[in-house]
């Protein structure tokens, strides 16, 4: 498949961590046009484990309502051991103060779901580019 030229995240490793199928089905599709490396975990154990293996990520878009841990916490686990690696919350969890709150947990941008694809493009060349 051919690279998004405005989103060229070539060479760049992107952990998912997302428990439901369609939804990662969704980021996959939208991402696979940039060169990234997409590595899915569908567990905020798994998360916190890949990470601690892998000093090499370059971003985490993070699911909030995970099946075991909830993502805030995972997302502060995460940034205990790599605390400049961009954290994106990607949630269903819209009410007011959801926003403040993934943000204090050290998520570095929020993006509700559903997912504007071109908004979450751009926020993660923010970090990337």
Same mark, same amino acid.
């Given at each position: 498949?051919?690279?998004?030229? !405005? ?22 599709? #939208? &991402? ?19 990470? /601690? ?12 309502? #995970?099946?075991?841990?909830?993502? +805030?916490?995972? /997302?502060? !686990?995460? !940034?205990? #051991? +790599? ?19 993934? #943000? ?5 941008? +929020? ?8 908004? &979450? ?9």
């Amino acid at each position: 498949m051919e690279t998004n030229f !405005r989103h060229d995240f070539s060479g760049k490793i992107i952990l998912i961590v997302e428990d439901e199928m369609s939804n990662f089905a969704l980021l996959e599709a #939208l &991402l696979s046009t940039t060169g990234a490396k997409i590595i899915h975990v569908t567990t905020g154990k798994a998360a916190i484990d890949y990470a /601690t293996n892998h000093p090499d990520l370059d971003m985490v878009l993070m699911d909030i309502k #995970l099946p075991d841990i909830i993502g +805030y916490e995972v /997302t502060r !686990r995460i !940034r205990i #051991l +790599y605390p400049d690696l961009p954290i994106i919350a990607q949630t269903a969890f819209v009410m007011s103060g959801d926003k403040e709150k993934a #943000l204090r947990s050290g998520c570095n941008a +929020y993006i509700p779901k559903p997912i504007d694809l071109n908004k &979450l493009l751009d926020t993660m060349s923010e970090f990337l580019l």
